[in-house]
């Protein structure tokens, strides 16, 4: 271990030293004046003292403001202010606060509190965000009702709640549901909208919005289309029913998330909702649906009941990404959504899980919360959900969120309600379940069988490594769903949820004629690593036969593993073995084209790389990239007879839809180019660049076409085309770092960073060009280090200007320690020196003290 700077812990904040807020409010009054870089917020307050608290200190968040006056029952008076708030003497009784303060949204780059985008105004206030906005008790067990006046010469003024009234160059806006400042939205602008209108379960007719600039209103259609389903499904399925009579959502350029769900005013990154044919591929079209969905359910699961305080963050990000995939699940491939969701968890959750960012779902201690917008808490926390409903059944789930509802709307809580609900709901006891939120890392799930007289034993045994600060770990409580298959491939057990308490335990099938094949962890029933000591013929055989399908793919997957680990480390030919059971799944012409395309997509090489570390190996990243080419390039040449005819029997007729039966046959399509391309010289795709009118197919050609060295031209002309379309130029900028050979990684996003378009003001521009680097594992990871110091150069410029979206992109340096010294030792030296860079954010300071400590 090596110790750098260790942060302070005076600067940490603990969950244990929770204390309820000395005074609430009842109500808040803002007025808005609006200009560029000298607004005026003015706030009236009413505070009444807290029954619950001991304390009558009085403190209010404040951060870049400047204090115009303030007063307090109407006398003026003068606070003491410090860079953090401000304190005053007040009356142990119900009062008023009033304040007025000016704040500099146009020179707001952080993008936090209010900031200008483009020329409008909007604001993203969670989680920290309001006090940048005036002085507020900003934490979110504060609820209250809001009152806002803005005043501008805009011709779009919005805030959250009802408009109440309006007039020329100002609008009033009341919300009638208390909420905590963080779900405070103001947006102002010339925007056009996309109307709609949606009647609730009960009757009641809600008007629906999309407001975007002018040029994007023939992209609102689809994402309008995905808010309506949301506010049905939740009905149909929570019944949930919405509570406004007006539903706004507003697309900015500068964010830095996905979107946000204000109440009654969700703002979203543009990249998450605006979508057309031409210009949005179907992954996008599937994740704008989800994020709509997201932010949508957000109105129970986060609005109406909200955390506590912010180590609650999963309570509502977990539950509500639970429920998201849900919905997706419902009204896509359930199949494919559970495989994509665990793809993205290893590749993400499980590499923060074992590494020094490991933290438990509920973290007991931060220094900032922005930096705990993870994986863990977002991703496990929705793994920890399903598990909760998997060991209870999908009645008893039902009944205690109906309990829920009706128990804590209105209310700040935390995981001990909501874990109460369900104890209350079925009478278990779910003191060791609770453990699944204290404990940070990924549990080893180990399995051992046996067979005698017509009993099938499976012993498992569970383990889970150190993680910082955390040395011993308990055993959790693991669902583990398992199936038995006789030789022939015949289900003789259907899927059965084992429920493991212990750290050692066996479970027994009884009556079975022959030794099963087992199919453990179905529907990848827990996020544990499962090892299981099984040779290659049997993950063939479970290939071919088992009928789970998110099994069926992972022994594909384990079996492309181990033949990959074989040529790293052995230099061992592409087994026949696995690319016979890949042409079986891919002919199979029953199954699923979308599942079909899953089966034929190899492990990442960072999953691939994480895997040799766990097995004792220093990954090469060299040596990793190159077996991933000679194995896909061994796939081609087995199936070439059949691509062509795949490709061709694949390709969608009619008008272009984003629905999953059309979009599963082009990523099918498109699959089957990625591997035609490496045997035709890339005719294919240069005839399918030519001829497409949607995105998904033109972005798909085009890949293709740069990856293999064909690329100049049509790189050049889909610029041309599409220079006037920022979200569609954010595409052009990370597929040709994505694209590119590991010894060309660097030079090429080193040249874009000089491209007339490349702002590094914009999350989405800068992400595009660096998040594309640091995930192209050989390109990033070069032996002379080049990648890691042209990262780190880029991340020493953002800190000042951005620290939120600097301090998320640090984590391509997580890892570092899983490689050979000398790029151990290259990586340490540009994490130091972001450390050692005066004035660094806190936000910042946090990860890399993290990262190198951990
Ligand atoms: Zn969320």
Redesign the pocket.
């Known amino acids: 271990m090596t110790k750098g700077h260790p942060m302070p812990d005076s600067q940490k904040i603990y969950l244990s030293d929770y204390t309820p807020p000395a005074y609430l409010v009842e109500s808040v009054h803002l007025t808005f004046k609006l200009s560029p870089n000298a607004t005026r917020v003015i706030s009236k307050i009413r505070f009444v003292p807290n029954p619950d608290s001991a304390s009558r200190d009085f403190f209010l968040h404040g951060e870049h403001l400047t204090l115009i006056r303030a007063a307090i029952d109407g006398q003026e008076c003068s606070p003491a202010v410090t860079d953090k708030g401000l304190t005053a003497q007040v009356p142990d009784a119900p009062f008023t606060w009033e304040a007025e303060v000016e704040i500099n949204p146009q020179d707001n780059t952080a993008l936090e509190g209010l900031y200008m985008s483009n020329g409008m105004y909007c604001t993203q206030c969670e989680a920290e965000g309001f006090r940048r906005i005036t002085y507020y008790p900003d934490r979110p067990d504060v609820m209250a009702t809001f009152t806002v006046r803005i005043e501008g010469d805009l011709p779009v003024l919005l805030s959250n709640g009802n408009p109440t009234d309006s007039g020329d160059g100002w609008a009033e806006w009341h919300d009638p549901w208390p909420k905590p400042s963080y779900l405070f939205a103001l947006v102002a602008g010339d925007l056009r909208n996309h109307p709609d209108s949606f009647t609730t379960k009960s009757g009641r007719k809600v008007d629906l919005n999309i407001w975007v600039r002018p040029g994007d209103i023939d992209k609102c259609a689809f994402g309008m289309e995905a808010l309506k389903k949301s506010m049905k499904w939740d009905e149909d399925v929570y019944g949930r029913e919405y509570d406004l009579d007006l539903f706004n959502i507003v697309a900015v350029d500068d964010f830095n998330m996905g979107a946000m ?1 204000n109440k009654g005013l969700n703002i979203f990154n543009s990249s998450c909702v605006l979508a057309s044919p031409e210009t949005a591929t179907d992954a996008n079209f599937e994740r704008i649906e989800a994020i709509i969905a ?1 932010e949508y359910f ?1 109105n129970w699961t ?1 609005n109406r009941i909200t955390c506590r305080d912010w180590f609650q963050l999963c309570l ?2 977990g539950l ?1 990404v639970y429920r998201d995939s849900q919905f997706t699940s419902d009204v896509r491939s359930r199949a494919v959504k559970r495989i994509s969701d665990v793809d993205g968890l290893r590749a993400v959750q499980f590499r923060e899980d074992n590494g020094p960012l490991a933290h438990p779902v509920r973290p007991d201690s931060f220094v900032e919360i922005n930096n705990f917008y993870t994986a863990t808490v977002y991703e496990k926390g929705a793994e920890v959900v399903g598990m909760l409903k998997r060991l209870v059944g999908d009645d008893a789930y039902r009944r205690a969120l109906d309990l829920y509802f009706k128990r804590h709307d209105g209310q700040a809580v935390t995981i001990e309600d909501w874990l109460k609900v369900f104890e209350d709901t079925t009478g278990r006891d779910l003191g060791q379940f609770m453990r699944w939120y204290s404990q940070a890392g990924t549990p080893r799930l180990t399995v051992a069988d046996d067979f005698k007289d017509g009993t099938y034993t499976l012993h498992f045994k569970q383990h889970t490594p150190p993680t910082p600060g955390q040395d011993v770990k308990q055993p959790q409580v693991i669902p583990i769903a398992v199936g038995l298959l006789n030789p022939n491939g015949d289900e003789v057990q259907e899927t059965v949820v084992l429920e493991m308490t212990k750290p050692e335990q066996s479970f027994e099938f009884k009556g079975l004629s022959s030794r099963p094949v087992p199919s453990i962890l179905r529907e990848f029933s827990a996020p544990v690593i499962l090892e299981q000591d099984v040779d290659n013929k049997t993950r063939a055989f479970l290939m071919a036969h088992d009928s789970d399908p998110f099994n069926r793919r992972e022994s594909g997957n384990a079996l492309a593993r181990d033949v990959l680990r074989r040529m790293i480390t052995d230099g061992a030919a592409p087994d026949p073995l696995y690319l016979e059971a890949k042409a079986k799944i891919l002919t199979d012409k029953a199954l699923d084209p979308a599942f079909r395309a899953l089966v034929l997509s190899q492990p990442t090489q960072e999953e691939l790389a994480q895997m040799l570390f766990d097995a004792g190996h220093t990954p090469d990243p060299d040596a990793i990239f190159k077996a991933t080419q000679t194995l896909v390039q061994a796939s081609a040449e087995r199936l070439h007879q059949d691509l062509p005819r795949i490709y061709a029997a694949h390709q969608v007729k009619g008008p272009y839809s984003p629905d999953a039966g059309p979009a599963g046959h082009r990523v099918l399509a498109n699959s089957a180019l990625w591997l035609l391309s490496r045997l035709d010289d890339c005719k294919q795709a240069q005839a399918q660049y030519d001829a497409a009118d949607n995105m998904t197919q033109q972005i798909s050609a085009l890949g293709c076409l740069q990856y293999f060295g064909h690329g100049t031209d049509a790189t050049q002309a889909f610029y041309d085309q599409w220079r006037h379309d920022r979200l569609v130029i954010d595409k052009w900028f990370a597929m040709q770092v994505s694209n590119t050979r590991p010894d060309q990684t660097v030079a090429t996003a080193q040249a874009l960073t000089e491209h007339a378009d490349f702002d590094m003001k914009n999350p989405n521009r800068f992400r595009a060009v660096f998040g594309a680097l640091a995930w192209h594992h050989a390109g990033f990871h070069r032996a002379d280090g080049a990648g890691y110091r042209l990262l780190a150069d880029w991340l020493i410029k953002l800190d000042p200007v951005n620290p939120q979206t600097t301090a998320r992109m640090i984590t391509a340096f997580q890892s570092w320690r899983r490689y050979d010294e000398e790029r151990q030792a290259l990586m340490r030296a540009e994490l130091e020196r972001i450390r050692d860079t005066p004035d660094l954010s806190g936000d910042t300071a946090e990860m890399v003290g993290r990262i190198l400590e951990g």
């Open positions: 769900e997201h957000h986060g509502k990000e509500t």
